[in-house]
């Protein structure tokens, strides 16, 4: 896997050799200070694809098409990323609202702002140094907004206590994730500490996991089973790591991202137990507990199955949940807001924790401050009600229809193959490659599905990610979409990609 | 210096004892996944002072006084870290103007908004995904604002080119730090990076480099020629550390922080000389650029002399400069804004700068449109102007008056010795401890000026770091105070500081 993505990136060309030019230029006699073959290696094995290459290519061919340049088409639509307003979502009033409120109090003496926009704020306010969100926050974050939290998972799971001291927000969930990384990883050799993660993944895993020197410990969902989880599979791939490394942590992304599954309550239950006999840390990534669209499925926190499986479990296993105010029904994420709740955390390592975050001083206030108004919406009898259950209702709504629409459509054309999008924000169906393609994206020197997505980036204007730079089982490829862009969009899209499969396939059959 | 911090925060007393207390309860026979000995020795290692147990105590008693709890204090002032709106700062009013045209741009058609802030936000709107600053931006930074910063990099240097593709918008100026830091650091053993810190530093930088696992070299600022830097202790270090690991990089703090000095142009110039003549990368923490007050000093960037030397060096040697939101007139430490200027950098090296920043999908976008406004403020022929410059003007008037009061006050302090405060935001004057209180402080287990410090919290309300956070001379005692809170309550601050003062000295005498 790692040598697909690692190809996918080699369309990457350095743009000049410096030692050398330097040298002709008479200017040193020594190279940079810093120079790839100098530089930190682990930032070097980092990989993103989610803005890998095709994304930079997207971005040139836009500046192409303002020059002037002809292409096939008029606008590059990027549904390479969960990217909600980029995809003309408009911004949820209520939220917006308290953040102009928050921004510039004097607006609070307006009567353009409802009463419960204007309660969130001063709250806000109130809870902020010097009642301005320029002021630092504590480090874990401000602590009526941490208690807000709790309450919030309170609700969420019928009841199951959370406290505020173990609630840390963050910078986007990215940010928390990579912070439990950081901590679980120690050792050297065989006891390097080995994480598992599912494989296809969120690349923020992989590249965290490069980053920090880690073992990656890859554990495959089973797409004909609409991509559910094995724990036959966990063992497997448990058993084969502990060989070469210290396998400690176990990552479950739920709703799936990039799959769309939702987990079923049973499978939950079935990992709890595996990572308590198996002796591994929990993380849950649950940024998409709110984008649950098929029918019969419901999102189930770990936190709440881990309860109701007794004391046993609910007192013993480590866990870390992680939220982000970047997808649900908002879709805020240039606000960068997060939180991550951690459950039995051994409370010197959660003063290691707090002290950690300190040395970055605060997350973002404003990210706060939205987090702060997605945990504690609106009240039935609050004067925005009304419009806050329209808007969400009706981005949510929209959201199930394009997951219906896309799974639908993909399942028409020939060479495609497409699970149902229970939930999230994505699609990862599987294509079908003649093998002269294959043989020619080699050539290219490019793996295949890039070369894929290379073309109909280029040919019809659309940025999706290859399957490689999620992890796919070998011989298969697949790519990413967003199911983000309005219906009438979307549906245009659904539509080039069926011409484009079978005109590619066509093409080299 | 390590062994100081470390002790500084042995009050940080374990809460629980895990494993023992689990097989108490027989809930099971395995401790902890992750506890104090089996976490991330690195991390361990970090310590961060500016938000250690002092503030952590300042916390809670803030929490006490709340309760009724007597106390011979009414109110804890926090003057431990730069948070100007805390202290009592009032925003400026064009930047929260354009920031809440932004967060609700139905603000746009109200009149209560002048036309140039209305002009400010439709311009950034105008460059976000789907014209909403609830979109990602491109992991680099939103371009238009990159051009921006360049822009105000030029005419700050006198016409020298910025190039926006070599700016990097962060989280603050601490995550762009980290980021520089992190590209820079490899090999083990003797190879390992080297990085040059002034002693009195900033411990974002010894806590990063901790957390990195680089080794830290330290020189010393010369205080009694007001915190100057002198090449030749800089040679002293470097020669020194050579024995032991690859020394790569040289950090510098210009203005000062905790020591508040402004280098001299002289002095930059040889520190650029030195850098080249060893190989090193700068980096250049330029964050206090506009808080310069004493008379006869000015702010030369680090770029501007580098370019004035010639191209032999402005071609050659490497370089990152740093700038924030969070410093300067603004104080807008919430948002959390930043940049970075990268000079001479390979550009494959660039290349992983860039993949690594996109990892984390993006700076916060309110933070970016924060900058812009700090970068491209309003201008004489706007009508937002004549309130800007006046409320920017009373900011830096106001702290030039509190620099010098500062220091005067404490110079007639018989045991406190401080010099100018020429720039930045902080005072970090040495005090003479009695030989009985060095032996009290090691009785009760924390060093002499954290103990020194944790008396003054308890006993007159006041929250500074000592110098043991920062690092100092060994044998020599100091503490940072920020100069931040109003003119008449600073007065009140230094007037109880001399009184704790002269009490403490007499109580150990």
């Given at each position: 896997f790692l040598q697909h993505v690692k190809a996918s990136f080699g369309t990457l060309k350095p743009e000049a050799k410096n030692m050398s030019q330097q040298a002709v230029n008479g200017v040193s006699h020594r190279g940079k200070v810093l120079t790839l073959d100098s530089m930190n290696p682990n930032v070097k094995r980092v990989e993103y694809a989610v803005r890998g290459p095709i994304v930079q290519r997207a971005v040139q061919i836009e500046k192409e098409l303002k020059e002037g340049v002809k292409k096939p088409f008029t606008e590059v639509i990027k549904a390479n990323i969960g990217d909600a307003h980029a995809m003309g979502q408009k911004p949820i009033t209520f939220l917006r609202q308290v953040l102009a409120l928050c921004s510039y109090p004097e607006l609070l003496e307006d009567n353009m702002f409802p009463e419960d926009a204007k309660k969130r704020a001063r709250r806000i306010l109130e809870s902020c140094g010097g009642h301005s969100i320029g002021a630092y926050?504590?480090?874990?974050?401000?602590?009526?907004?941490?208690?807000?939290?709790?309450?919030?998972?309170?609700?969420?799971?019928?009841?199951i206590p959370s406290s505020p001291d173990n609630i840390y927000l963050s910078t986007g969930a990215s940010d928390a994730i990579v912070t439990m990384l950081k901590l679980l990883v120690c050792g050297e050799?065989?006891?390097?500490?080995?994480?598992?993660?599912?494989?296809?993944?969120?690349?923020?895993?992989?590249?965290a996991l490069?980053?920090?020197?880690?073992?990656?410990?890859?554990?495959?969902?089973?797409?004909?089973?609409?991509?559910?989880?094995?724990?036959?599979?966990?063992?497997?791939?448990?058993?084969?790591?502990?060989?070469?490394?210290?396998p400690r942590v176990l990552c479950i992304i739920n709703p799936g991202n990039p799959t769309g599954q939702v987990q079923s309550r049973q499978c939950i239950e079935d990992v709890i137990r595996f990572a308590k006999e198996e002796h591994l840390f929990l993380m849950a990534d649950e940024v998409y507990q709110d984008n649950v669209y098929a029918e019969g499925c419901k999102f189930h926190s770990f936190k709440k199955v881990l309860f109701e499986m007794g004391p046993e479990y609910s007192s013993t296993v480590e866990m870390a949940s992680f939220h982000s105010?970047?997808?649900?029904?908002?879709g805020e994420c240039g606000f960068r807001g997060g939180y991550m709740e951690v459950?039995?955390?051994?409370?010197?390592?959660?003063?290691?924790?707090?002290?950690?975050?300190?040395?970055?001083?605060?997350?973002?206030?404003?990210?706060?401050?939205?987090?702060?108004?997605?945990v504690n919406p609106p009240q039935p009898d609050e004067p925005s009600y009304t419009t806050f259950m329209k808007e969400r209702t009706a981005v949510l709504a929209a959201l199930a229809e394009k997951a219906r629409l896309t799974e639908e459509t993909f399942n028409t054309v020939p060479g495609i193959t497409c699970n149902p999008v229970q939930g999230a924000m994505y699609t990862f169906p599987r294509i079908t490659l003649p093998q002269k393609a294959i043989d020619k994206a080699k050539e290219e020197g490019q793996v295949p599905d890039m070369y894929y997505c290379m073309r109909l980036l280029e040919e019809e204007g659309i940025c999706l990610v290859p399957g490689s730079g999620f992890g796919q089982r070998e011989g298969t490829f697949h790519f990413r979409m967003t199911i983000l862009p309005p219906t009438e969009k979307l549906k245009v899209v659904l539509q080039k990609i069926r011409e484009f499969h079978l005109r590619f396939t066509q093409e080299f059959s």
């Open positions: 926050s504590a480090s874990q974050g401000i602590e009526c907004i941490r208690q807000d939290v709790a309450r919030y998972i309170e609700r969420r799971d019928g009841g050799g065989r006891s390097r500490t080995g994480v598992m993660i599912s494989i296809p993944q969120y690349p923020l895993y992989s590249a490069a980053d920090l020197g880690a073992v990656q410990i890859s554990y495959y969902l089973d797409e004909d089973k609409c991509w559910s989880l094995d724990v036959a599979e966990l063992r497997r791939a448990l058993n084969a790591a502990r060989q070469h490394c210290n105010t970047s997808k649900c029904y908002m459950i039995n955390m051994d409370p010197e390592v959660k003063a290691q924790l707090t002290k950690l975050v300190s040395v970055r001083l605060c997350p973002p206030v404003p990210g706060q401050a939205l987090l702060d108004l997605v």
